[in-house]
Structure formats: C-alpha cells, structure tokens
T-cell receptor, first 113, second 115 residues
Framework: EAQVTQNPRYLITVTGKKLTVTCSQN?????MSWYRQDPGLGLRQIYY???????DKGDVPEGYKVSRKEKRNFPLILESPSPNQTSLYFC????????????FGPGTRLTVT | AQTVTQSQPEMSVQEAETVTLSCTYD???????LFWYKQPPSRQMILVIR??????QNATENRFSVNFQKAAKSFSLKISDSQLGDTAMYFC????????????FGTGTRLKVLA
C-alpha cells in the first residue's frame, strides 16, 4: 500500500529536549515536505526537499532542521523545542512532475511544555 | 511572494444543498497548479480536486467542481448535493512549477453539513 508514515503520532516533551519526528514514504517520490498546522493559520511549510541531499526552507524554518540522506526518509529535528512549537505536524511527499499531488502522513501532535 | 487567501473561516450547508467555498491567490508566475484538499475530523489530508493553470476548462470530480478565473486569480470550490461526510476543513493550495516548488496553503474553511 502506497503511504507516508510518521512517528510518533503523539509526543509530549519539555522545553529544550531534542526530538526527532520520522517520516518515510514508499512511493519513490522525489519531493518531500514538512508542514505545521495551527488554528487560524492553515498549513505552513517548514522545509521541503526536491531530492536526496537537496533541502530548502519553507515559510517557517526557524527552530527546525531536516536532512535527506535517503530518498524515502525525511526526518524533522527540533534541537531545542520551545512551547511555540506546540502544533500538529504533517509530512508529505509527491512526484516532481504532473499532477503535483501531495500525499500526506497521518500527522504528529506535538506538545512542548 | 505567492499568497493564498480563504476569506470564509466557517460555513454551513444543509444536506443535499449546494455550497461554494472561496479562494483567491496572488502570483506573478504563469505555470502553476491549484488544489483543494479536505481534512475530515480524522485529520487525514485528502486531495479533492486539482486545476492546471494552463487549462481553461474547469475541473470536476463527481459532486465537486471548481470555478477557475485566472485573470481574477480566483479558484472557488462548489460542492453539489452536500453529504454529511463532506463535513471537514477545506484548504486551497498553490504550487508554482516554474520556480521553487513551494507549496502554499490557505488558512482553511471549516464546512459543516447539517442534517
């Protein structure tokens, strides 16, 4: 089954404790992306990657890191989480060509206290 | 910079009626795609419909259709014969295919279908 998986689905952590949210896709997609969803703000792109070892900042990259060492994986790293990073996070992937449809993971609910 | 605006935070519609969700965007690009995604209470993001900017014909998918006005930079979604399962958050989205490939989403419209 074609899918994007994220782990963990729920995470409660404390300020400053480094964490990683994993993302993996099995569709051989070149493009992968991370978003955060906040009430009233919609989805905002954090980082995206056009292919292995190629990453670019989205609209809200501050406080986040990513890496793309393998085509299927695109982890999101919060080196020193703060309460304003409490949010719902989505990973997505797509082919870099028509139809440009993104496939989303199930989301990760992160709470930073 | 590209922007996507959804000016209706919440809407409601009676079951079996028709509802239109609005979306406007701003871009200087000529090559782009527009999308409507649905997010039901399960939180899963689901593609509803897609429109290529170079196509003049409005896209349709069963009960869902769009009114794409390129000159006005408007991209509304019409849901006909609304069903209870259409209750969800709907996001309008844009991607330029001639530059950065950044995906831009609107702030969403929460639609409630009433029995």
């Amino acid at each position: 089954e074609a899918q994007v998986t994220q782990n963990p689905r729920y995470l409660i952590t404390v300020t400053g404790k480094k964490l990683t949210v994993t993302c993996s896709q099995n569709m051989n997609h070149e493009y992968m992306s991370w978003y955060r969803q906040d009430p009233g703000l919609g989805l905002r792109q954090i980082y995206y990657s056009m292919n292995v070892e190629v990453t670019d900042k989205g609209d809200v990259p501050e406080g986040y890191k990513v890496s793309r060492k393998e085509k299927r994986n695109f982890p999101l790293i919060l080196e020193s989480p703060s309460p304003n990073q409490t949010s719902l996070y989505f990973c997505a992937s797509m082919r870099t060509g028509t139809p440009y449809e993104q496939y989303f993971g199930p989301g990760t609910r992160l709470t930073v206290t | 910079a590209q922007t996507v605006t959804q000016s209706q935070p919440e809407m409601s519609v009676q079951e079996a009626e028709t509802v239109t969700l609005s979306c406007t965007y701003d871009t200087s690009e000529n090559n782009y795609y527009l999308f409507w995604y649905k997010q039901p209470p399960s939180r899963q993001m689901i593609l509803v419909i897609r429109q290529e900017a170079y196509k003049q014909q409005n896209a349709t998918e069963n009960r869902f259709s769009v009114n794409f006005q390129k000159a006005a930079k408007s991209f509304s979604l019409k849901i006909s014969d609304s069903q209870l399962g259409d209750t969800a958050m709907y996001f309008c989205a844009f991607i330029s295919t001639s530059g950065t490939y950044k995906y831009i989403f609107g702030t969403g419209t929460r639609l409630k279908v009433l029995a």
